[in-house]
């Protein structure tokens, strides 16, 4: 049995994500399709165009057989951290046996060599690095800065610098690591770039549809399936504010201390007490990131740096996660009925456990119950601010 696992935000879903889903298919051969998914927040550190149940519904509607969540401390994180959680999650389930990844360039020779750079580390590299960094830097940027002064090839320079090509050479570095059974396949991203705000054709990037659907731009309906376009765009209560959050997010960080916000992942040089301060001059998450945000602390970290806080996250609790396998999980949110020969291959071989439904979350260990209640939090937040009528993780799995 051939399974291709995919990982994936679909915030939205696009036509690009369903191009990227039939060629995983195409080019793997596999029988079947494995996304894992981030929950009700996104990397960005911002809630998702709405909630983790609907999202896993177009997986399965657009070709996806089973849906995995990506746990909230793996999907609110950086890009080294993220590619981990969801190549550790696919090689959990005991039969993925090949990664589909989006990539600018899918030379899968470029990609391991700068892989191979930056696993490693070489002295010189890591000192250029902390340099660049003394500058105030940003870490993404800082690593580039060096990357360049080390003598990486041109060619090698221009594909680390697109979005999805830093993904893929952090899924390939997370292969080697975690799960070097699984076998690599790039595909070639189509369309607009990752963060371009145009729409050409029926092609968009996930940034420009959610700016369209805010601005009510009929137009981008060409770039998604229906059953994604028509709820986000004429449903008011489908999709979720991102200033809604304000309130919640503002009332949690404010019965922190410093020193509990000094133990929030990415938090450290002092800027809990940054965080302290801001919160406290603010009525609004827009007016905290101003507040906030410098070249070093860049607005996406601000933002994973603040829902980490609203869901409880702690640096050692992500220390424990990605150290060990103790705090991995294989929580279902949905699946097509005729992939249930694929749930029972899972359910011999899995290496973490299988949460199909509440009751298995009796037998897991404490610290897996832990992240999965953390998980459930982020539903039960954004229940609190939208009107959407959002479907619980107590209430199981969607089933096609």
Known sequence: MRVVGIIAEYNPLHNGHIYHL???????????????????????????????????????????????????MYAIAPAERFAAGGV?????????TDLAFGSEAPD??????????????????????????????????ARFDALSE??????????????????????????????????????????????????????????????AIIE??????????????????????????????????????????????AQVPDVAEGFENVLYRAVRESRTLTEIY???????????????????ALLGITTEQVRRMVQSREGSYLKVLGFRRQARALISEIAKNKTAPLILRNSDLEDCPHFVRQNVETDMLSTDILSYVTTQEIKHDLSGAVIL
């Open 22 to 72: 039939e060629r995983a298919r195409a080019l793997s051969g596999a029988d079947y399709c494995v996304v894992v998914l981030s929950g009700n927040f996104v990397q960005r550190g911002e809630a998702a165009c709405t909630d983790k149940f609907s999202r896993a519904s177009w997986a399965l509607r657009a070709g996806a057989d089973l849906v995995l969540e990506l746990p909230s």
């Open 290 to 308: 101003e507040k906030i945000k410098t070249k070093r602390y860049t607005l996406a970290r601000c933002k994973r740096i603040v829902a980490c």
């Open 108 to 141: 899968l020779q470029t990609l391991y060599q700068i892989s191979d750079i930056i696993a490693t580390e070489p002295p010189a590299l890591q000192e250029a690095i902390k340099r660049h960094l003394s500058l105030g830097k940003s870490y993404p940027r």
């Open 150 to 211: 080390y003598g990486i090839p041109k060619n090698m320079l221009a594909a680390i610098a697109q979005p999805n090509n830093i993904l893929a050479v952090e899924y390939l570095r997370a292969i080697r690591q975690f799960a070097p059974g699984i076998e690599p396949l790039p595909i070639e991203r189509i369309g607009t770039g990752y963060h371009s705000e145009e729409i050409i054709g029926d092609f968009a990037s996930a940034t420009a549809i959610r700016k």
């Open 88 to 96: 550790r999650t696919l090689n959990a389930t005991g039969v993925v």
């Open 216 to 261: 009510g731009r009929h137009e981008i309906l060409s770039t998604m399936p229906n059953f994604v376009g028509g709820p986000l765009l004429y449903d008011d209560q489908f999709i979720i504010p991102q200033e809604a959050l304000s309130d919640v997010m503002l009332y949690a960080i404010r019965r922190m201390s410093p020193a509990e916000l």
